[in-house]
Protein backbone atom coordinates (compact mmCIF):
# COMPACT_ATOMS: atom_id res chain seq x y z
CA UNK A 1 0.00 0.00 0.00
CA UNK A 2 0.96 3.66 -0.83
CA UNK A 3 -0.52 6.77 0.85
CA UNK A 4 -0.14 9.99 -0.91
CA UNK A 5 -1.27 13.09 1.74
CA UNK A 6 -2.50 16.09 -0.19
CA UNK A 7 -3.91 19.70 0.76
CA UNK A 8 -1.67 21.18 3.20
CA UNK A 9 -0.70 24.74 2.89
CA UNK A 10 -0.81 28.11 4.55
CA UNK A 11 -3.49 29.67 6.21
CA UNK A 12 -4.79 32.18 8.38
CA UNK A 13 -5.94 31.56 11.99
CA UNK A 14 -9.93 31.14 11.62
CA UNK A 15 -9.33 29.34 8.12
CA UNK A 16 -10.01 25.95 6.63
CA UNK A 17 -7.99 23.22 4.43
CA UNK A 18 -8.99 19.77 3.35
CA UNK A 19 -6.28 17.00 3.36
CA UNK A 20 -6.76 14.02 1.17
CA UNK A 21 -4.71 10.92 1.64
CA UNK A 22 -4.92 8.54 -1.67
CA UNK A 23 -4.37 5.14 -1.32
CA UNK A 24 -2.78 2.96 -4.15
CA UNK A 25 -1.39 -0.45 -4.85
CA UNK A 26 -3.93 -2.45 -3.45
CA UNK A 27 -8.00 -1.55 -1.59
CA UNK A 28 -7.63 0.15 2.00
CA UNK A 29 -11.59 -0.54 2.03
CA UNK A 30 -10.68 -3.06 5.05
CA UNK A 31 -8.11 -0.64 6.39
CA UNK A 32 -8.10 1.65 10.08
CA UNK A 33 -6.80 4.63 8.89
CA UNK A 34 -5.90 7.52 10.62
CA UNK A 35 -4.09 11.22 10.35
CA UNK A 36 -1.20 11.87 12.56
CA UNK A 37 0.78 15.31 13.05
CA UNK A 38 4.18 16.25 14.29
CA UNK A 39 6.07 19.26 14.78
CA UNK A 40 10.19 19.78 14.84
CA UNK A 41 11.83 18.10 18.15
CA UNK A 42 8.09 16.11 19.26
CA UNK A 43 6.84 13.13 18.97
CA UNK A 44 4.01 12.38 16.40
CA UNK A 45 0.85 12.87 17.65
CA UNK A 46 -2.60 11.42 17.01
CA UNK A 47 -5.16 13.86 15.72
CA UNK A 48 -7.91 11.33 14.24
CA UNK A 49 -8.96 7.79 13.10
CA UNK A 50 -11.62 6.53 10.94
CA UNK A 51 -12.20 2.61 11.05
CA UNK A 52 -13.57 1.05 7.90
CA UNK A 53 -16.90 -1.57 8.82
CA UNK A 54 -19.08 0.89 10.39
CA UNK A 55 -17.12 4.10 9.58
CA UNK A 56 -16.46 5.06 13.56
CA UNK A 57 -14.24 7.88 14.22
CA UNK A 58 -11.91 8.83 17.16
CA UNK A 59 -10.57 12.46 17.61
CA UNK A 60 -7.88 13.86 19.91
CA UNK A 61 -8.62 15.96 22.36
CA UNK A 62 -7.18 19.19 20.70
CA UNK A 63 -9.26 19.01 17.57
CA UNK A 64 -12.05 17.38 18.28
CA UNK A 65 -15.29 19.75 17.28
CA UNK A 66 -13.41 21.03 14.53
CA UNK A 67 -12.07 18.38 12.90
CA UNK A 68 -13.53 15.90 10.95
CA UNK A 69 -12.22 12.72 9.05
CA UNK A 70 -14.11 10.88 6.69
CA UNK A 71 -13.30 8.07 3.93
CA UNK A 72 -14.44 7.45 0.68
CA UNK A 73 -13.51 3.55 -0.09
CA UNK A 74 -14.94 3.69 -3.59
CA UNK A 75 -12.17 6.49 -4.48
CA UNK A 76 -9.65 4.34 -2.06
CA UNK A 77 -9.20 8.07 -0.52
CA UNK A 78 -9.32 9.38 3.37
CA UNK A 79 -10.02 12.93 4.54
CA UNK A 80 -9.88 15.74 7.03
CA UNK A 81 -12.04 18.12 7.12
CA UNK A 82 -9.83 20.83 9.31
CA UNK A 83 -11.82 24.28 10.40
CA UNK A 84 -11.51 26.68 13.24
CA UNK A 85 -7.55 25.94 12.39
CA UNK A 86 -5.24 28.03 15.30
CA UNK A 87 -1.42 28.39 14.81
CA UNK A 88 -0.49 25.44 17.30
CA UNK A 89 -2.31 22.84 14.70
CA UNK A 90 0.95 24.03 12.28
CA UNK A 91 2.67 20.49 12.04
CA UNK A 92 3.20 18.30 8.95
CA UNK A 93 0.66 16.16 8.76
CA UNK A 94 0.42 12.09 7.75
CA UNK A 95 -1.72 9.95 7.02
CA UNK A 96 -1.40 6.26 7.82
CA UNK A 97 -3.33 3.08 7.37
CA UNK A 98 -3.14 -0.56 8.51
CA UNK A 99 -5.19 -3.90 8.41
CA UNK A 100 -6.75 -3.69 11.65
CA UNK A 101 -10.52 -3.92 12.65
CA UNK A 102 -10.11 -1.50 15.52
CA UNK A 103 -9.25 1.96 15.78
CA UNK A 104 -5.81 2.61 16.65
CA UNK A 105 -4.10 5.97 18.82
CA UNK A 106 -0.47 5.18 18.35
CA UNK A 107 2.13 5.71 15.32
CA UNK A 108 2.95 2.03 16.11
CA UNK A 109 -1.08 0.79 15.28
CA UNK A 110 -0.02 1.78 11.77
CA UNK A 111 1.88 0.09 9.11
CA UNK A 112 1.50 2.29 6.09
CA UNK A 113 2.58 5.71 6.03
CA UNK A 114 2.10 8.48 3.45
CA UNK A 115 5.00 11.20 2.76
CA UNK A 116 3.55 13.98 5.03
CA UNK A 117 1.86 17.25 4.18
CA UNK A 118 3.08 20.65 5.48
CA UNK A 119 -0.07 22.89 7.17
CA UNK A 120 1.18 26.31 8.53
CA UNK A 121 -1.33 28.40 10.47
CA UNK A 122 -0.67 32.14 10.93
CA UNK A 123 -1.68 34.05 13.47
Known amino acids: VQLQASGGGLVQAGGSLRLSCAAS????????MGWFRQTPGKEREFVAAINWYDRSTYYADSVKGRFTISRDNAKNTMYLQMNSLKPEDTAVYYC?????????????????WGQGTLVTVSS
Open 25 to 32: GRTVSTYA
Open 96 to 112: AADNRLTIVVTPKGYHY
